[in-house]
């Protein structure tokens, strides 16, 4: 059974940095791209960052591009985002995904996501 | 950037209703589009890739067409589990850009 697991959400102040993980079990790691996603309270969904499966590939959303890194580490089945010079807009829900084989990039597995605040 | 825009922004329908959501692209995306269903305090769900691919357990209820720049969800027959919000998502180009969500209300 595929499963992803958040953790690293917190309250932090405006500037402050962040990292956040998400550990995935039930499938071949590796083998598979991971998006971030968020959601701002009460708002839609929000694409943040893609990585491929040997880290290659990234990419970012304008909003967070060189505030925000993501990277995984293969051998530990983790993906990470590392976000600094946080806003109070960033505050949201931070999902991550796995990205379906490339010939039909859907997000077909979700975690349950983390909670990041950024309020003084 | 592709830009996504669904409508309705919402939508009240009842039980039994054959509902119709759509999604326009800024630019040609082909068939690179995804819907997925959001209910309160969950996370998103994936429904359809590639504009009309059923992921696995979803029921046919669902289905997905279009291309280019136009798409569209249609629920045949809606369910009460199916009062949520959907969301489109182009997977063109690698900033996986999504609609603004179509909350489907009773």
């Known amino acids: 059974e595929v499963q992803l697991l958040e953790s690293g959400g917190a309250l932090v102040q405006p500037g402050g940095s962040l990292r956040l993980s998400c550990a995935a079990s039930?499938?071949?790691?590796?083998?598979?791209?991971m998006s971030w996603v968020r959601q701002a309270p009460g708002k839609g969904l929000e694409w943040v960052s893609f990585i491929s499966g040997g880290s290659v590939s990234t990419h970012y959303a304008d909003s967070v591009k060189g505030r925000f890194t993501v990277s995984r580490d293969n051998s530990k089945n983790t993906l990470f985002l590392q976000m600094s010079t946080l806003r109070a807009e960033d505050t949201a829900i931070y999902y991550c995904?796995?990205?379906?084989?490339?010939?039909?990039?859907?997000?077909?597995?979700w975690g349950q996501g983390t909670l990041v605040t950024v309020s003084s | 950037d592709i830009q996504m825009t669904q409508s309705p922004s919402s939508l009240s329908a009842s039980v039994g209703d054959r509902v119709t959501i759509t999604c326009r692209a800024s630019q040609s995306i082909s068939s690179y589009l995804n819907w997925y269903q959001q209910k309160p305090g969950e996370a998103p769900k994936l429904l359809i890739y590639a504009t009309s691919s059923l992921q696995s357990g979803v029921p046919s209820r669902f289905s997905g067409s279009g291309s280019g720049t136009q798409f569209t969800l249609t629920i045949s027959s809606l369910q009460p589990e199916d009062f949520a919000t959907y969301y489109c998502q182009q997977a063109y180009s690698p900033e996986y850009t999504f609609g603004q969500g179509t909350i489907l209300e009773i």
């Open positions: 039930g499938f071949t790691f590796s083998n598979y791209a």
């Open positions: 995904a796995k990205v379906m084989v490339p010939a039909a990039p859907g997000f077909d597995y």
